[in-house]
């Protein structure tokens, strides 16, 4: 290589870490004025470094992160977009962490955008599949590979859930309003509130907590008990904290004398 071919190599990877310099500047103010979520970042810094720490900080954000999937059915998660990718090929479900990106990236027959918790999606997902996000913007792409993602439901499963805790999840084909009652060895206890929502509500409204008062798809129920894993299949996401009342459990006790069973079991 002559001097020239030197100097204009030089020139091009200074091009190239100054854009990127750029984009993560960018990002980084849009994480600070909320919009763009952590994940993106996370999903940034693993990408460059790769180690234990950075995919920890992935972990950290992906339960309360909502996902965007291009799925060519109507059905939830029914046929979502993959790419087939490594030696031998293995399926990655296509992810996009921001809603105008999934839209720019739809196309037939995987146009139909949804949004879906990232608990839901890796808990429902098949085990021997991974996920790739944002794959045609660069910066933000990042790859979870099946083994990382069932350390991720590990994780999960042994997180703490906090009774009294007020969730918005996804059932009965539409966002719900659950009640954390009580949290045993073998699930948790929940109160489903009537009605549903097309959209994940962000605050509790008045007349959302109502037992009473919603067609029978998305009629209430004082108690269901559930699994653990069922119940994070749902995508739980934080509304509020409401302490548990006496006759709130009323159901449970009935269940506990009954030694009833959990759903998802």
């Known amino acids: 290589m002559g001097m020239f071919g030197f100097f204009k190599k030089r020139q091009e990877q200074k091009a190239v870490r100054d854009a990127e310099a750029m984009a993560l500047g960018e990002l980084l103010r849009e994480v600070d004025e909320g919009r763009a979520g952590k994940l993106d970042l996370a999903l940034v810094i693993h990408d460059r470094e790769g180690s234990k720490e950075s995919l920890s900080r992935v972990f950290m954000e992906l339960p309360q992160a909502e996902l965007y999937v291009a799925n060519a059915s109507a059905e939830r998660l029914e046929d979502p ?13 296509v992810v996009f962490t921001r809603q105008e990106w999934a839209v720019a990236g739809a196309h037939p027959p995987f146009d139909r955008v949804e949004a879906v918790s990232a608990m839901e999606l890796a808990l429902k997902m098949p085990a021997s599949a991974g996920m790739v ?22 994780i999960l499963e042994h997180d703490p859930l906090m009774e009294g805790t007020l969730y918005t999840v996804w059932t009965s084909g539409a966002y719900r309003v659950v009640k954390l009652l009580k949290v045993d060895a073998g699930g948790v206890h929940i109160r489903l509130y009537a009605g549903g929502h097309a959209e994940r509500p962000q605050k509790v409204e008045a007349g959302m907590l109502t037992l009473s008062g919603a067609d029978e798809k998305h009629r209430s129920m004082g108690h269901l008990p559930f699994t653990r894993r069922s119940f994070l299949a749902m995508g739980p996401r934080l509304l509020t904290v409401q302490p548990v009342q006496e006759d709130e459990l009323e159901g449970y006790r009935l269940w506990a004398e009954s030694q009833g069973g959990y759903f998802g079991g």
């Open 81 to 93: 977009a993959v790419m087939l990718m490594g030696e031998p090929p293995q399926p990655f479900v």
């Open 133 to 154: 996000f944002n794959p045609e913007t660069p910066l933000v792409t990042g790859v979870l590979t099946a083994p990382m993602l069932d350390a991720f439901r590990q």
